[in-house]
C-alpha cells in the first residue's frame, strides 16, 4: 500500500513512537523504502564567525546523534533505509522532500521539540498536515 514511507524526527519523545510505528509499518507492510529526516533550524547569519560554525556544528551533531537514536528504534526493516539531515523550517523540509521524494505517506510525532506548542498538535505536524501531498501519520 505504501512503498515509500517518509519519517521525520526531531529528537522528541513523540519522534521515537513515530519511529517505531514507522519500523513496524515497514515490516508489515514491505515498501520498497524508508526515509528518515531530521531538519535543524537555520541558523542565523548575524552570529558572524566563529560563532556561526560553532553553532552550526553543534546543531549538525545533535542532528546526527537524532538520526542515530531513530535508526535504534527502526532496528531490522526488510527494505532500503535512505537518511537526510537538512538545514531550515522543519515543516517545509519534510513537505519538500515527501513532494520530491514522492512519498506514500509521512509519520511523524504529534508534538516536537518546539518552543511553543499547538493545544492539540504541534506547530510542525499542524504545518505538515495542513499542506503535505501525501497521507500524514500522526503518532503520539
Known sequence: ????????????????????????????????????VVSYDTIPMYLGEPYMQFAINNRKTEAEETLNKALKEIGEIPCEIHVEILEGDPASAIIEVASTRKSDI???????????????????????????????????
Open 1 to 36: 500500500m505504501f512503498d515509500k514511507i517518509l519519517l521525520a524526527v526531531d529528537g522528541s519523545e513523540y519522534a521515537f513512537h513515530a519511529a517505531r510505528k514507522a519500523a513496524e509499518m515497514a515490516r508489515t507492510m514491505k515498501p520498497k523504502e524508508l526515509r528518515v
Open 106 to 140: 509521512i509519520v511523524m510525532g504529534s508534538r516536537g521539540l518546539g518552543r511553543l506548542a499547538g493545544l492539540l498538535l504541534g506547530s510542525t505536524s499542524q504545518k505538515v498536515v495542513a499542506h503535505a501531498p501525501c497521507p500524514v501519520l500522526i503518532v503520539r
